[in-house]
């Protein structure tokens, strides 16, 4: 670098440098003033309290949990509660929004109008109220445990909807685990034997899929009952066995996907508006009209101008998910709040939920941006 150069970038390079130290000397005070208070206040720091005993129940586990099991197992369990909601409403609004995108881009008529009001009227509502109202709705309207309504082997009251569910011998999870595998693999394998034997006829491909089908899982009906069936039974005043869907789970879901599908709408809308109006035509021409020219030629060229500001409103929906906490969801942030009272390490404990939302984002962006790059392959072919 030439001495000019080097006078000419010298204050930039100072600049940098001292912003760099300021931020260093915060860095240092803080560590050292929280230091000196947790040795002031007698408490211990760091993330040992993981280990320990939690103490406390949750409403809802994916996975086996007991208050005898430890906070990391809660942080575990209020994790896996998370991402059910997030995918649950990223499907639910993604369904809503096209559907309601397509309405409003639809020929005179009723269902433009009805679409327009959906979106104006639901924006513009709060999405605390939302969620706070559709819970309880659900508390209202549904019976109580002891009028429970049976449809099947499903109860339904105010505690929630109950399934059953299966339950697996630990040789059966592994012999189901072990097919599973042996499906894919084999199914990757028919499927390039297939395509370089030039068979795209759909009544063979069934007819593969069939046979691995078969050859996988038949192995499993020489185990001795490998399968039983937990139902859902009234016990006084609560419902044992099977598996519950919450009063919770269902109106934060309902509130999440009505809110996020108005402004998925509004993006897909424009993604729509954005294909040119001969690519319609066009598909006309070679007899695609209705659903099949919307799902076939529209949606597709669509998608790739809406999918990246879809995958941010999908990151909203999934910080707007901490909402949980009001209507007492046992997601992140509601287990945080408990273990951070229950073991005085609140810096710690919201340090967890701090970087869990923020690993859940960045999932959703690596998604994302996986499936807006094949999106510009395809195109690229």
Do not use: H
């Not at 433009?112 to 979106?119: E, F, I, K, L």
């Not at 697996?168 to 034997?193: C, D, E």
């Amino acid at each position: 670098m030439s001495r000019a150069v080097f006078v000419e970038r010298l204050p930039g390079y100072v600049g940098q440098a001292l912003l760099l130290a300021a931020v260093g000397w915060l860095l240092w005070q803080g560590v050292s003033n929280f230091e000196s208070n947790v040795r002031a206040s007698g408490l211990s720091a760091g993330f040992g309290f993981l280990r320990t005993q939690a103490g406390f129940e949750i409403a809802q586990a994916l996975i086996e949990y007991s208050p005898a099991s430890s906070y990391l197992d809660a942080i575990v369990v209020a994790a896996l509660n998370t991402l059910l909601v997030v995918v649950l409403a990223g499907v639910f609004s993604t369904v809503i929004g096209l559907c309601i995108a397509f309405g409003r881009v639809a020929p005179t008529g009723l269902v433009p109008a009805a679409s327009t009001t959906y979106v104006e009227v639901f924006r513009n509502i709060p999405l605390l109220l939302q969620i706070l109202f559709w819970y309880f709705s659900a508390i209202a309207l549904l019976p109580s445990v002891g009028e429970s309504i049976r449809i099947g082997a499903i109860l339904v009251n105010n505690r929630g909807i109950f399934l059953p569910r299966l339950t697996m011998t630990p040789a059966a999870t592994w012999a189901v685990a072990a097919a599973i595998v042996a499906f894919v693999v084999l199914t990757l394998l028919a499927r390039r034997l297939l395509v370089a034997a030039a068979v795209r006829r759909s009544g063979a491909c069934v007819l593969v899929v069939a046979g691995l089908v078969v050859l996988c899982f038949a192995p499993l009906l020489l185990l001795d009952a490998p399968f039983a069936l937990d139902r859902p039974q009234v016990e006084g005043f609560a419902v044992g066995g099977g598996f519950a869907i919450l009063p919770e789970l269902m109106a934060l879901t309902l509130g999440l996907s009505i809110y996020n599908s108005t402004f998925l709408a509004e993006i897909f809308r424009a993604g729509i508006l954005s294909v040119p109006r001969g690519q319609a035509e066009a598909a006309a021409t070679v007899g695609l009209t209705g659903v099949r020219a919307a799902v076939l030629i529209t949606l597709p060229q669509a998608l790739r101008v809406a999918l990246p500001a879809a995958g941010g409103q999908y990151q909203t929906l999934a910080k707007a998910s901490s909402l949980a906490a009001a209507i007492g969801y046992p997601d992140i942030m509601q287990i945080g709040g408990t273990v951070a009272s229950q073991t005085s390490q609140a810096l710690e404990a919201m340090t967890l939920v701090v970087v869990l939302y923020a690993a859940i984002n960045l999932l959703i962006a690596l998604a994302v941006g996986l499936a807006n790059r094949r999106l510009l392959a395809r195109e690229g072919r």
